[in-house]
């Protein structure tokens, strides 16, 4: 095309040829053959709390030709949730933008820039309307008419709103997209909002952490491709494959709690035995995540806070990450009752059975009868003195 | 003068062989309480911790004890000499009730092993109800054996022992007096320190007045019972005119009795819960009625001439004591942890029975072997 | 002669009715307090621990706590239906083998953390040690003492005959046989006493992470329970942890709260005459399973005043023990078979 762009509307014929041979093309599985990538798809399956069967759906979704369309925007926002994004392995990037996705525009991987990247973003948006994902990622300033972030001329608003139009679906990435995060923390100088005040007339799934795990995301879109759906959402936006349980829940540290044994300051004796950071004020016990189960990213399941020694500051929850004090003590919300607690009232002790009440009444009535047939007898020998008077 | 005398016969008699099978099943379970703890056989728990072992074998069991009180108050306190032949078979069921209470006592105390420390002068505690009581049961019981020893020195016509013992008789007789009229209102005591755990229905300063009142009702009632149930069973005459004349005395005493119960309430202003429909306010009704009852029956004159009467009365009034003492000290009680539940188990009531029947069995051997029951005067 | 003794007799038997009859002109409350012994007061360095309700996070750490220093095993088979299927420790109520144990409170969802409806709320159950205790004013052989320095109510078993008065007055049902032990012993919380002679912290005050559990004086505890009670719901302030005078287990850090609407009531205060362990709560006190409209005067010294006012220290007794020996030996004594009037 004149300027430059290749014509999308011939792509999916390619692509559709380039995937008739799974097992002989390996850039459609990101470097994997096929069976270490059905091996991945299940994984994935797994982390959404599927069934390994549709693992063998998900890999034939992840590798149709209709790849969605994804336009990503990047308001108030550090970049970290694309910086980690970038580091994920299974699959890559290149796998996930090139092969999965059809990655439309983000100002953190467009080849093009200026003018080019800002019509491609028009063009995107028109071509397929009503069937984009859109993805933001950073909060949005509304304050002063939301000039605190600008791209092209144009408030990160209003590009959020005239995105929000065409999209099929909306997926906030991270902390602040998802509920302000940073930006949004007092003071709040920029009037910063997450994209759900934005986007009011759809759902908006929200993937929250400070970064928010790769994973999360990678998991919420690839169910998005298999199923044409999003997955099972909180009243929160947040997919409840990933943060339907307290990260205190699935604690490797939580025996400790349970046990009463607490670090009490960074590198005393319970710091080093690994013990329990709530005393240091670990957010775990009020943070809705998956790290305690996932890890975060690639580096293993020793590689988030808590695993490192370092209390949980309850980045991805709201009211809690940037809010509370680090040091301060989370207010634990694992209470489920009557699972855990007895309660003050509860049913105790040996009541009568239908042995020990059929012995006591047999022995009272045994008395009165007893007593019945004395008086009776008695009766008589009251008659008899008066008849020998 | 009246002398008593063996009512003789065999001792192998039905009721005799049912209570001695009764006794051993009360046996076998208390030797497994022993083994096994209290908790393998009662039902008592963490919120009830005593039960009907202590509420009826000792609670109660003392209470019919009392008949040798309430008859050697009459005799010898009061002087009325006519109610002398009563006074062993009395003695002989106090002495029962007590002994029996005692080992009651001893299978229920939690650490048996240790009773001894009651009668340590460094380990006692004066402040303590239970001290008090423990200590009179003790030395009444002892007290109680003393005074029926004529029985068996008579028996084994040791008249030379039986001489001297009658010199000093006269300071166990006072002992025996003395004791129970502590004992029995410290019975009521024991509940003051309960505080809000005794439904207001039964929790009141007044419970030493009470239960010292309700336990001389009882011994004379149980005097009354013990003696038609004698004379039907041992095919003796029965001894109406001396009972009646002990209605007149019961009559008064029970008036006050039921007076002081019910002015209490409505002075405390507890009587409101008399009628919450509760199982406490039934069991109230009850034994109110238990208590009225017998009032009424005893009061005409007449009453006092026909032993079914007197029987009926007299059953009314034990039965109604008994179930006092067992709303003060079971159905009345609130236990602090809330969703409690006690009732006794099978095996519980049994030992409770067995209890009883081996006090069965040994008033049959009493009384059939010593002299305890008057020698009927026309025969 | 005979009316005038018969007059005397009438008397001398009542003479317990008649000593009650005088309570009972005191039928009016205020006057039925002269029955009473005088109220005994804490030790001036009675020391004991303060609960707030609102700062339990129930963790049940206190509870693994008490039960790993005071060595007692688990409580698996439990009776309270739909939860404990006896695999873990979780016992259902205070027993002889758990002396301190976390409750809830729930109502409706149960979702709001100290609120009565819809809500949560945690009760921490162990001995108050009282100011005058029932179970030591109750028990016949010395067995359970108050310490005279640290207010300390002690069970000492090797005294102890079982016979469960304490367990049956207990006002707080706080100390328990064990029923299932054929050599069983009466067991309650005894402040960790021997950990304190150590210079550790009692157990449950130790490793309470949030200071919900508070170690102190009584006297620093009331007032620390009054700088609380007298803060507005939602007001900062900083939560001590282990020991208030901070000593006891080293000095550690506060942690900083906010206060939630209390109910205006320092539990233990006033109640039976004062205890060494007080309470703080956002939900009725009654509704935690803590009995209320105790009386502010104790048990015991109700009981004991009855006793000794009926007893007067035996000279009572003795009195009437001299007139009944007169009267027996007049109407029996002075006759061969003990039989003059048959």
């Not at chain 1, 919300?333 to 059929?358: L, N």
């Not at chain 2, 009581?133 to 054996?145: E, P």
């Not at chain 3, 205890?275 to 509704?287: E, I, N, R, Y």
Request: hydrophobic fraction near 45%; proline fraction near 6%; glycine fraction near 10%.
């Amino acid at each position: 095309m004149a300027d430059g762009h290749f014509d999308l509307s011939d792509e999916p014929s390619t692509d559709i040829e380039r995937l008739g041979d799974l097992d002989s093309y390996e850039g459609a599985l990101g470097g994997l053959n096929r069976r270490d990538f059905l091996k991945y798809c299940t994984g994935i399956a797994a982390t959404l709390g599927l069934s390994p069967a549709f693992g063998i759906k998900i890999a034939e979704a992840a590798t149709s030709a209709m790849r969605p369309p994804v336009v990503w925007l990047s308001g108030q926002a550090c970049t970290g949730c694309v910086e980690s994004l970038l580091r994920a392995q299974h699959p890559t990037l290149e796998t996930l933008i090139l092969d999965q996705i059809s990655l439309e525009y983000l100002e953190t991987l467009n080849i093009g820039a200026g003018h080019q990247a800002e019509n491609w973003k028009a063009n995107a948006i028109k071509q397929f309307y009503g069937k984009y994902v859109l993805v933001v990622d950073g909060a949005i300033p509304t304050k002063d008419g939301g000039i605190y972030c600008k791209v092209a001329g144009h408030t990160f608003k209003e590009s959020v709103e005239e995105a929000a139009k065409g999209a099929a679906a909306v997926i906030a990435l991270g902390s602040c997209a998802s509920w302000g995060g940073i930006p949004s923390a007092g003071p709040n100088p920029t009037g910063a909002v997450p994209a759900k005040d934005i986007v009011k007339d759809k759902p908006v799934v929200t993937i929250p952490g400070c970064p928010s795990s790769p994973y999360n995301f990678l998991s919420t879109v690839l169910h998005f491709i298999a199923f044409g759906k999003l997955p099972a959402l909180d009243d929160k936006g947040r997919p409840k494959f990933a943060y339907g349980r307290l990260i205190h829940e699935n604690c490797e540290r939580r025996p400790h709690f349970d046990a009463g044994r607490f670090a009490v300051e960074f590198g005393d004796n319970g710091h080093r035995q690994g013990w329990c950071l709530y005393k240091l004020g670990c957010k775990g016990p009020e943070t809705y995540n998956n790290c305690s189960t996932l890890g975060f990213g690639d580096v293993g399941e020793s590689s988030w806070p808590v695993a490192a020694g370092h209390p949980c500051f309850g980045c991805s929850e709201k009211g809690v990450g940037f809010t509370k004090g680090i040091h301060q003590l989370a207010s634990v919300q694992t209470y489920a009752p009557p699972a855990a607690f007895p309660t003050v009232d509860g049913d105790k002790g040996a009541g009568a059975s239908t042995g020990s009440v059929a012995v006591a009444a047999g022995l009272v009535g045994a008395a009165v009868g007893a007593g019945a047939v004395v008086a009776s007898r008695l009766g008589k020998t009251d008659a008899a003195p008066k008849d020998g008077e | 003068m009246h002398q008593h005398e063996p009512v003789g016969g065999k001792l192998l008699t039905p009721t005799f062989l049912v209570a001695l099978a009764l006794a051993a099943v009360g046996a076998f379970f208390i030797a497994e309480r022993f083994t096994g703890g209290l908790g393998a056989v009662a039902n008592i728990n963490d919120a009830y911790p005593w039960g009907i072992w202590v509420t009826i074998d000792v609670v109660v069991g003392t209470a019919f004890g009392c008949a040798g009180y309430a008859i050697a108050l009459v005799v010898y306190i009061l002087n009325k000499g006519e109610y002398h032949p009563l006074v062993r078979p009395a003695l002989l069921a106090s002495l029962f009730g007590y002994g029996l209470a005692g080992l009651a006592v001893l299978i229920d105390l939690g650490r048996y092993w240790h009773f001894y420390h009651m009668f340590m002068p460094w380990l006692a505690n004066t402040n303590s109800v239970m001290l008090e009581v423990g200590l009179c049961v003790a030395a009444y019981t002892g007290v109680l054996f003393v005074e029926f020893l004529p029985a068996f020195l008579e028996k084994f016509g040791l008249r030379c022992a039986r001489k001297t013992l009658n010199k000093a008789l006269f300071i166990f007789i006072a002992a025996g007096v003395l004791l129970p009229t502590m004992h029995q209102s410290s019975l009521g005591s024991m509940l003051v320190i309960l505080g809000q755990k005794v439904s207001p229905l039964w929790q009141t300063q007044f419970l030493p007045v009470l239960f010292l009142a309700s336990a001389l009702l009882m011994g004379f009632a149980f005097v009354i019972v013990e003696s038609i149930l004698a004379s039907l069973a041992f095919n003796r005459p029965l001894e109406t005119p001396i009972l009646g004349k002990l209605t007149g005395l019961m009559s008064v005493l029970l008036a006050g009795f039921v007076a002081l119960r019910v002015l209490d309430l409505v002075f405390r202003g507890a009587f409101g819960h008399a009628f919450a429909g509760d199982l406490r306010a039934t069991m109230f009704w009850i034994e109110l009625a238990l208590h009225v009852l017998p009032l009424v029956l005893m009061l005409p004159a007449g009453s006092r001439r026909s032993p079914r009467t007197l029987f009926a009365a007299a059953g009314l009034l034990l039965a109604g004591g008994i179930l006092y003492r067992i709303n003060a000290y079971l159905v009345g009680y609130e236990p602090v942890s809330i969703g409690w539940h006690y009732f006794p188990s099978v095996k519980e009531i049994l030992v409770t029975v067995g209890i009883f029947s081996f006090e069965v069995v040994l008033y049959h051997l009493f009384v059939k072997r010593l002299p305890v029951l008057p020698k009927p005067e026309h025969a | 002669m005979d009316i005038s003794r018969r007059k005397f007799l009438t008397r001398a038997a009542t003479l317990p009715a008649a000593a009650a009859a005088a309570a009972a002109a005191a039928a009016v409350p205020e006057e039925a307090q002269a029955l009473q012994r005088d109220a005994k007061h804490l030790p001036a360095e009675a020391i004991g621990l303060l609960y707030d309700s609102t700062l339990c996070v129930g963790c049940k750490a206190c509870v693994t706590a008490c039960k790993e220093i005071n060595h007692l095993s688990p409580i698996t088979g439990g009776v309270q239906p739909g939860w404990n299927d006896g695999t873990w420790d979780a016992a259902e109520d205070l027993s002889a083998k758990t002396w301190n144990i976390i409750k809830v409170y729930q109502n409706g969802t149960g979702a709001t953390k100290d609120a009565e409806v819809d809500g949560h709320a945690f009760v921490k159950r162990q001995c108050l040690h009282c100011a005058d205790p029932s179970c030591v004013s109750c028990c016949p052989v010395s067995a359970n003492t108050k310490d005279g320095l640290s207010g300390i109510v002690k069970h000492n078993a090797d005294r102890c005959i079982g016979c469960r008065y304490c367990v049956f007055a207990c006002p707080f049902g706080i100390p328990k046989y064990d029923y299932n032990d054929a050599f069983g012993e009466i067991h309650k919380c005894q402040l960790c006493a021997p950990r304190l002679a150590e210079g550790q912290l009692p157990g449950c005050a130790d490793v309470c992470p949030t200071g919900a559990t508070l170690f102190g004086r009584t006297a620093d505890l009331k007032k620390e329970a009054e700088r609380r009670l007298a803060l507005k719901p939602g007001d900062a302030f900083v939560a001590p942890r282990g020991d208030l005078a901070r000593t006891l287990g080293g000095d550690r850090p506060g942690h900083e709260t906010a206060a939630k609407t209390y109910r205006p009531h320092v539990y233990g205060a006033t109640e039976v005459g004062g205890t060494q362990c007080l309470m703080l709560s956002a939900v009725d006190f009654g509704k935690l399973g803590m009995p209320t409209g105790l009386p502010d005067h104790s048990h015991a010294s109700e009981s004991e005043g009855i006793q000794h006012t009926l007893y007067k220290g035996m000279a009572a007794p003795a009195a009437l023990l001299a007139g009944l020996v007169y009267l027996a030996k007049r109407n029996a004594g002075g006759d061969e078979d003990g039989d003059k009037h048959g």
